[in-house]
């Protein structure tokens, strides 16, 4: 009896101790905190990491020295968030200030990263990259079947018809994934298409402990989710559309393959913690590429979760493709600039959507227009108000089209929409040369843009008529529009400020007005204050371009399973596309009308080709090693090399700050130089023969002012297949450049004329440095 009593006495002083310590912990602010540990310090006696982990939290806890061994161990188990497995070594945990303090000074502690928020950044866009049936990429890929795409996201709405298992092969017998129950999502809603749902948010709910998650499973509440995953491996949807515009066939870019998709970004919030432990949950499961549009600003490489985890992924040879952000236009504004990763730019496609204004006299007049109200108005009275810029004069219009002109820029126009669109008229027509228009064509207004030239046929029929009006017919999808691909305005610009020495961001892909599939319960838009909802959305953003890339890749992983990341990514560096539809050099609309070739700051080696890098001839390897000599040779230190690598050591005897990689990146920014003093860069490649067996390849090099650019030696003679050669290239020029960004190419050529392997080169006089 009394042995019971006893036992009833120590479980009611543990229920005690428990509540004084979150009693007392109020009063002590926690937050979350990424621990990494030295695992050659754990002792034999535990059977594994959680358990250390467990252990070490316990030893620290505030309420350690006044309780029970078990009271401290259920309190650390409270507290641990996740163990992770790959990303890191260590684990996350809510801690207070004292009880980090204290975790600093155990045996194995290498060091901590605070908890941080995140933020996340088709039915044409294939057949604008050239994947038709007949595509080269998707025969030798087969749609890119058995592949696994996994995505960091907001989750997946398991309904859509993208998600299909229509067509798909059996499940990999490599897939260790599953299909986590959760509210309104049971594993009965996964099939052969999407393999795997997971979600996170224990770092979330620790940060905030009253919040309440609306949807607490893997089912997409927010929509960004099931929209990058249908765009990079949907399935067939046939006459997807967005309320008329974008009608066709929808599919992501590698159809045949597998979509897990791990939530961890929630209306809530998001933080790092939950992000790491969905990509090592990832790596565990066994996917081929990860997606991953989301990113920071403005931390370095080894507080960077992305990087932490990216690094990993690469160890285990896992594609990791990321969005370069939506900062643009202005240089320096690029996150996940990881030198182990494809960084992803946005650009246009050639497609447009617009509106037809037929005239009282007949005139047909077309403009660019996202309106999702009536398709059409006839016979509606039309009158010109020059510059618009009077609300109370626009009140008093009525029921009348509109036409604005005087718009020079951005801020003009946006002036002009804002007023006609709140004067309660019928529609508005806006005459402008400013040619990044995206962001004003809108969805619950209807605006017209047109052209300076049909903005003077329109306001001419207006001056001469005496009742002028026009017919407005919307829900217009214009193909073929020259000249694409463009570089958006939002696409955040190079060079990286974690990473300085390696040329971000690497490649573009569509990213602008991308149609995907969508929540059927979420509003895509509004009508007269009505929402409206669809199957499908209309998006921009990196968020768009980054699948893109991860669906590219997963092809050429299925194409050639024995290559690399890094070969993989040198692939689709060295074979895009740097002219556009018009045969022109690829432009970048950021600034307004100042219309300028695009450089590899903005675009990387340009826009993506999936058939050209099905089959490269060359490619520049990079692996882990490689990329801890380019760590080694920055500022970091040991102790922050081995939170990226993970490794208990680090061999930092070969430092070198010249990655083998397929892309230059030279800086001339010595402000207190003298005027005359010369300086030169140099960088050394070794390149793989992928193509045939014997072959030359022959360099040549755009010319590039103010600077001169020579290659050594400038040809390079093959004789087996797989074969590597060096090269060292050399720029010489001023101490400090006149110009704020001068770029070329280098091309490797080889004499049967299949191959042109390129690379962009950059000069800069700016200086990256984290804010």
Same mark, same amino acid.
């Given at each position: 009896?009394?042995?019971?009593?006893?036992?009833?006495?120590?479980?009611?002083?543990?229920?005690?101790?428990?509540?004084?310590?979150?009693?007392?912990?109020?009063?002590?602010?926690?937050?979350?905190?990424?621990?990494?540990?030295?695992?050659?310090?754990?002792?034999?006696?535990?059977? *594994?990491?959680? $358990?250390?982990?467990?252990?070490?939290?316990?030893?620290?806890?505030?309420?350690?020295?006044?309780?029970?061994?078990?009271?401290?161990?259920?309190?650390?188990?409270?507290?641990?968030?996740?163990?992770?497995? $790959?990303?890191?070594? %260590?684990?996350?945990? &809510?801690?207070?200030?004292?009880?980090?303090?204290?975790?600093?000074?155990?045996?194995?502690?290498?060091? &901590?990263?605070? !908890?941080?928020?995140?933020?996340?950044?088709?039915?044409?866009?294939?057949?604008?990259?050239?994947?038709?049936?007949?595509?080269?990429?998707?025969?030798?890929?087969?749609?890119?079947?058995?592949?696994?795409?996994?995505?960091?996201?907001?989750?997946?709405?398991?309904?859509?018809?993208?998600?299909?298992?229509?067509?798909?092969?059996?499940?990999?017998?490599?897939?260790? %994934?599953?299909?986590?129950?959760?509210?309104?999502?049971? &594993?009965?809603?996964?099939?052969?298409?999407?393999?795997?749902?997971?979600?996170?948010?224990?770092?979330?709910?620790?940060?905030?402990?009253?919040?309440?998650?609306?949807?607490?499973?893997?089912?997409?509440?927010?929509?960004?989710?099931? $929209?990058?995953?249908?765009? @990079?491996?949907?399935?067939?949807?046939?006459?997807?559309?967005?309320?008329?515009?974008?009608? %066709?066939?929808?599919? %992501?870019?590698?159809?045949?393959? $597998?979509?897990?998709?791990?939530? @961890?970004?929630?209306?809530?919030?998001?933080?790092?913690?939950?992000?790491?432990?969905?990509?090592?949950?990832?790596? /565990?499961? *066994?996917?081929?590429?990860?997606?991953?549009?989301?990113?920071?600003?403005?931390?370095?490489?080894?507080?960077?979760?992305?990087?932490?985890?990216?690094?990993?992924?690469?160890?285990?040879?896992?594609?990791?493709?990321?969005?370069?952000?939506?900062?643009?236009?202005?240089?320096?504004?690029?996150?996940?600039?990881?030198?182990?990763?494809?960084?992803?730019?946005?650009?246009?496609?050639?497609?447009?959507?617009?509106?037809?204004?037929?005239?009282?006299?007949?005139?047909?007049?077309?403009?660019?227009?996202?309106?999702?109200?009536?398709?059409?108005?006839?016979?509606?009275?039309?009158?010109?108000?020059?510059?618009?810029?009077?609300?109370?004069?626009?009140?008093?219009?009525?029921?009348?089209?509109?036409?604005?002109?005087?718009?020079?820029? *951005?801020?003009?126009?946006?002036?002009?929409?804002?007023?006609?669109?709140?004067?309660?008229?019928?529609?508005?027509?806006?005459?402008?040369?400013?040619?990044?228009?995206?962001?004003?064509?809108?969805?619950?207004?209807?605006?017209?843009?047109?052209?300076?030239?049909?903005?003077?046929?329109?306001?001419?029929?207006?001056?001469?008529?005496?009742?002028?009006?026009?017919?407005?017919?919307?829900?217009?999808?214009?193909?073929?529009?020259?000249?694409?691909?463009?570089?958006?305005?939002?696409? /955040?610009?190079?060079?990286?400020?974690?990473?300085?020495?390696?040329?971000?961001?690497?490649?573009?892909?569509?990213?602008?007005?991308?149609?995907?599939?969508?929540?059927?319960?979420?509003?895509? *838009?509004?009508?007269?204050?009505?929402?409206?909802?669809?199957?499908?959305?209309?998006?921009?953003?990196?968020?768009?371009?980054?699948?893109?890339?991860?669906?590219?890749?997963?092809?050429?992983?299925?194409?050639?399973?024995?290559?690399?990341?890094?070969?993989?990514?040198?692939?689709?560096?060295?074979?895009?596309?740097?002219?556009?539809?018009?045969?022109?050099?690829?432009? !970048?609309?950021?600034?307004?009308?100042?219309?300028?070739?695009? /450089?590899?700051? !903005?675009?990387?080696?340009?826009?993506?080709?999936?058939?050209?890098?099905?089959?490269?001839?060359?490619?520049?390897?990079?692996?882990?090693?490689?990329?801890?000599?380019?760590?080694?040779?920055?500022?970091?230190?040991?102790?922050?090399?081995?939170?990226?690598?993970?490794?208990?050591?680090?061999?930092?005897?070969?430092?070198?700050? !010249?990655?083998?990689?397929?892309?230059?990146?030279?800086?001339?920014?010595?402000?207190? &130089?003298?005027?005359?003093?010369?300086?030169?860069?140099?960088?050394?490649?070794?390149?793989?023969?992928?193509?045939?067996?014997?072959?030359?390849?022959? @360099?040549?090099?755009?010319?590039?002012?103010?600077?001169?650019?020579?290659?050594?030696?400038?040809?390079?003679?093959?004789?087996?297949?797989?074969?590597?050669?060096?090269?060292?290239?050399?720029?010489?020029?001023?101490?400090?450049?006149?110009?704020?960004?001068?770029?070329?190419?280098?091309?490797?050529?080889?004499?049967?004329?299949?191959?042109?392997?390129? /690379?962009?080169?950059?000069?800069?006089?700016?200086?990256?440095?984290?804010?």
């Amino acid at each position: 009896m009394a042995t019971r009593r006893n036992v009833v006495l120590h479980k009611l002083w543990i229920c005690f101790i428990i509540f004084l310590y979150f009693s007392t912990e109020s009063l002590s602010q926690t937050d979350n905190y990424i621990v990494h540990m030295d695992l050659s310090v754990m002792p034999k006696l535990f059977a *594994g990491q959680h $358990h250390w982990y467990l252990s070490t939290l316990a030893s620290v806890s505030d309420v350690a020295g006044m309780s029970t061994a078990s009271a401290a161990t259920l309190t650390a188990s409270s507290k641990l968030l996740y163990s992770y497995t $790959h990303v890191v070594n %260590g684990f996350s945990a &809510s801690l207070t200030p004292s009880e980090l303090e204290a975790l600093k000074k155990s045996p194995g502690y290498v060091s &901590s990263i605070k !908890d941080l928020p995140v933020k996340h950044d088709t039915t044409h866009s294939l057949e604008y990259l050239g994947l038709t049936p007949q595509s080269a990429v998707w025969t030798a890929s087969n749609y890119g079947d058995g592949v696994i795409i996994g995505l960091v996201d907001t989750g997946v709405w398991p309904e859509s018809e993208s998600y299909s298992d229509h067509g798909m092969s059996e499940i990999p017998e490599t897939w260790r %994934g599953e299909c986590e129950v959760g509210a309104q999502f049971n &594993s009965s809603l996964c099939n052969k298409k999407l393999i795997g749902a997971r979600f996170f948010n224990k770092g979330l709910i620790a940060k905030r402990p009253n919040v309440t998650i609306s949807m607490n499973s893997t089912r997409d509440t927010e929509g960004h989710g099931t $929209h990058t995953s249908s765009t @990079a491996a949907g399935n067939y949807v046939e006459g997807a559309s967005y309320f008329g515009y974008a009608t %066709g066939t929808a599919s %992501g870019v590698a159809p045949r393959a $597998h979509v897990a998709m791990y939530k @961890a970004l929630w209306d809530e919030g998001s933080y790092t913690t939950d992000i790491i432990a969905a990509i090592d949950q990832a790596i /565990s499961d *066994g996917v081929d590429v990860l997606s991953i549009s989301l990113g920071l600003d403005g931390v370095p490489l080894n507080e960077d979760p992305i990087a932490l985890a990216s690094f990993a992924a690469m160890e285990k040879n896992i594609f990791v493709s990321t969005s370069a952000g939506n900062e643009g236009p202005f240089h320096t504004t690029l996150h996940n600039g990881i030198p182990w990763v494809l960084t992803v730019a946005a650009g246009t496609l050639d497609r447009d959507f617009g509106a037809v204004l037929t005239l009282g006299n007949g005139v047909s007049i077309a403009g660019s227009s996202f309106y999702l109200g009536s398709s059409s108005f006839s016979e509606v009275p039309i009158v010109f108000k020059d510059g618009c810029h009077t609300k109370s004069e626009l009140i008093k219009i009525g029921p009348k089209i509109v036409v604005c002109e005087g718009a020079f820029d *951005g801020n003009d126009l946006s002036d002009q929409v804002e007023n006609v669109s709140s004067a309660n008229v019928t529609a508005g027509v806006f005459i402008t040369n400013f040619t990044d228009t995206e962001g004003f064509i809108g969805d619950g207004f209807p605006v017209v843009i047109v052209s300076l030239k049909d903005g003077k046929t329109i306001t001419d029929y207006i001056k001469n008529s005496n009742s002028p009006q026009a017919t407005a017919e919307f829900r217009k999808t214009n193909l073929g529009i020259k000249p694409a691909p463009r570089v958006t305005s939002y696409s /955040s610009r190079g060079p990286s400020a974690s990473c300085p020495l390696v040329m971000k961001p690497d490649i573009m892909a569509p990213g602008s007005l991308i149609l995907a599939a969508w929540p059927q319960s979420i509003e895509v *838009g509004s009508n007269n204050s009505h929402p409206l909802f669809s199957n499908f959305n209309i998006l921009s953003g990196t968020s768009m371009a980054c699948p893109h890339a991860a669906g590219v890749a997963a092809l050429l992983r299925k194409a050639h399973p024995d290559w690399s990341p890094a070969a993989i990514r040198s692939a689709m560096v060295t074979t895009a596309d740097t002219m556009d539809n018009s045969m022109e050099p690829i432009k !970048d609309i950021g600034f307004g009308n100042r219309i300028i070739p695009a /450089s590899p700051l !903005d675009m990387g080696a340009g826009q993506v080709n999936p058939n050209n890098a099905l089959d490269p001839g060359l490619i520049y390897d990079v692996n882990a090693t490689d990329y801890v000599r380019l760590l080694c040779a920055t500022n970091f230190t040991e102790k922050q090399i081995q939170v990226i690598t993970g490794s208990s050591s680090t061999d930092c005897s070969n430092p070198s700050n !010249d990655l083998n990689y397929p892309s230059f990146i030279a800086y001339f920014n010595e402000k207190n &130089s003298p005027s005359n003093l010369t300086i030169v860069r140099e960088f050394h490649r070794t390149v793989t023969n992928v193509g045939e067996g014997i072959c030359s390849y022959t @360099a040549s090099v755009t010319p590039m002012s103010g600077l001169k650019v020579s290659v050594m030696p400038d040809k390079l003679e093959f004789k087996t297949k797989y074969e590597k050669l060096s090269y060292k290239l050399t720029i010489e020029g001023p101490a400090l450049l006149d110009k704020t960004v001068t770029f070329g190419y280098l091309d490797w050529a080889d004499s049967g004329g299949k191959h042109v392997v390129r /690379s962009p080169i950059a000069a800069t006089s700016l200086s990256p440095e984290l804010s």
